[in-house]
């Protein structure tokens, strides 16, 4: 899996994109900055876009955001992304009434499109991350351990079970079809002896 762009508005709006030379030239970046310069925001953003939640923060709800900034009227957070699945968008967004910072908060809008064609692939609440899901690969604990190891839950990481890990770092490394050729192997070549 590989983000691509993102897109946010909250704690003010502004674009990151992925693809720019800057980013790819050397073929590996880190996101660095002084305390409460952003870099959780960044890895929040994305994990929201995504999923429609973040692991710090508590679940969005029509009745508790605590994302979107108190004097905005609205907040999204988009990525764009690419699997072997093909190239994917998904989009997270909230509003309060008449997009008023005083207004009630109306029901999050979580949806997933080909990033392609812009053909809507889901846009039911729950069902969202369950299609994210199938296009990489992971659920909401599985992105959330290795790939956005935030503050703190490094150590989470760290101290997981070898049986949990092992299927986390192939995902992330994409030697899965190591494994599926080992237990092929090792069936073949004991069926080889049999016969």
Not at 86 to 101: I, L, P
Not at 120 to 134: I, M
Request: hydrophobic share 35%; net charge positive.
């Amino acid at each position: 899996m590989s983000i691509l762009q993102i897109s946010v508005a909250y704690r003010g709006e502004w674009k990151i994109d992925f693809t720019d030379p800057v980013f790819f030239r050397d073929g590996i970046f880190a996101i660095t900055g002084r305390i409460a310069a952003g870099k959780t925001t960044i890895l929040d953003a994305i994990c929201l876009a995504l999923f429609g939640q973040t692991p710090r923060l508590v679940k969005i709800t029509n009745q508790k955001n605590e994302v979107m900034n108190r004097q905005a009227g609205f907040c999204f957070a988009e990525a764009t992304f690419w699997t072997q699945a093909g190239r994917f968008r998904c989009h997270f967004s909230q509003s309060k009434a008449y997009n008023r910072h005083d207004g009630n908060l109306r029901d999050p809008k979580h949806e997933i499109s080909d990033a392609r064609t812009g053909a809507l692939l889901e846009s039911k609440l729950k069902n969202v991350g369950r299609n994210v899901e199938e296009v990489t690969g992971m659920d909401f604990t599985r992105f959330t351990r290795p790939v956005l190891l935030t503050q703190g839950k490094f150590s989470d990481f760290l101290n997981a079970k070898s049986k949990d890990c092992s299927p986390i770092l192939e995902q992330i490394t994409g030697t899965a079809i190591y494994s599926t050729i080992s237990r092929e192997s090792y069936v073949r070549a004991k069926e080889d002896k049999q016969a």
